[in-house]
């Protein structure tokens, strides 16, 4: 038989009050603020024309160190999607048969030949016909929660009057505002807390690479798994590097992406000059740690 509770009921309910108002600072902290005050002074913004050839608008992503851009359909006179990096993944996946086989679909299609619901089309990601967007009047608060509900990484600002797109709105620039403008507000306790403890990452069925295996083997994983990036092993089973989706648009720019068989040792090493670093976190440092690191280093993703 267990021993009764040495907590108390005031005790208790002065527990639960203190997790509630810690679950509640954040979330009145992104409702109190509009998408437009975390628009950045000064950003670079692409927009492609649905009339341009796809191989052009991802050498055009390259050339401006950009992931992702919204397209604009001058028959339709609006925005109808956006294209991203995930989108040249899955072309390359779909199409690429051997080095000795050309990509025509890749050469010379353009953006706009994709859109409809035939098996070659499925995989640009804006065959809805419409593109998810939000306004910049709207909160921080309605901009996570449609990333959440979408599934997407990028969210487009787009001014109601004019239609113009203002910005384009990720989980990394959130985070950053929260670091930046979130220091006037009382931090939860739950920051303090162990990574592993509030179960923030992912820790079992990890999705890997060898190193070894194809670039083509790579990108498999990229679409079945729906992963940012994949650790690389070596034979014994050890990390010894990263790789992740935005490693694959650097294909475009060294005009490499029609030889997808090499490996991933012999595509790591092509990436050398691109490459921007792996960040490591550790399960038992604390969710405020990490959160700083991941601002302070600007990127997506930290190995644990």
Same mark, same amino acid.
């Given at each position: ?24 600072? +954040?979330? &009145? ?23 341009? #050839? ?8 390259? $050339?401006?160190?950009?992931?992702? $851009?919204?397209? *604009? ?30 990509? +025509?679909? @890749? ?6 030949? *994709?859109?409809?619901?035939?098996? #070659? &089309?499925?995989?640009? #990601? ?20 449609? @990333? ?9 600002? /787009?001014?109601?009057?004019?239609? &113009? ?26 920051? *303090? ?12 069925? /990890? ?5 070894? $295996? ?18 690389? @092993?070596?034979? #014994? ?5 990263? +790789? ?13 992406? &029609? ?27 604390? @969710? ?17």
């Amino acid at each position: 038989m267990e021993p009764p509770s040495q907590v108390s009921y005031p005790e208790k309910k002065k527990k639960i009050q203190k997790q509630e108002a810690d679950a509640a600072v +954040y979330m &009145n902290f992104m409702k109190s603020h509009r998408c437009y005050d975390a628009i950045p002074t000064s950003c670079k913004l692409v927009i492609f024309d649905t009339k341009l #050839q796809v191989k052009k608008a991802f050498f055009a992503l390259v $050339a401006n160190g950009l992931r992702a $851009a919204p397209l *604009w359909d001058s028959k339709l006179q609006k925005f109808v999607g956006m294209l991203t990096i995930t989108d040249f993944i899955n072309i390359l996946h779909c199409y690429y048969k051997s080095p000795m086989v050309q990509m +025509y679909e @890749l050469e010379s299609h353009k953006i706009e030949t *994709w859109r409809g619901d035939s098996f #070659q &089309n499925v995989y640009l #990601q804006y065959t809805n016909h419409f593109l998810i967007s939000i306004s910049p009047e709207a909160s921080l608060f309605d901009a996570i929660f449609s @990333l959440l509900k979408y599934k997407i990484h990028r969210l487009p600002v /787009i001014d109601p009057e004019s239609g &113009n797109v203002l910005h384009i709105l990720t989980h990394k620039r959130i985070l950053k505002f929260l670091h930046i403008f979130g220091k006037k507000v009382p931090k939860p306790a739950f920051v *303090w807390k162990q990574i592993q403890e509030l179960g923030i990452g992912t820790f079992r069925n /990890i999705a890997t690479v060898q190193l070894t $295996a194809t670039l083509h083997d790579a990108l498999s994983i990229f679409v079945d798994r729906r992963v940012s990036a994949l650790p690389v @092993l070596n034979e #014994q089973g050890k990390v010894v590097a990263l +790789y992740s989706r935005f490693d694959v648009i650097n294909l475009a720019a060294q005009k490499i992406y &029609n030889n997808l068989d090499m490996t991933m040792q012999e595509a790591i090493r092509r990436r050398s000059c691109f490459f921007e670093g792996v960040i490591k976190c550790y399960p038992d440092e604390t @969710l405020e740690t990490i959160i700083d690191r991941i601002v302070r280093a600007e990127v997506h993703i930290s190995l644990l």
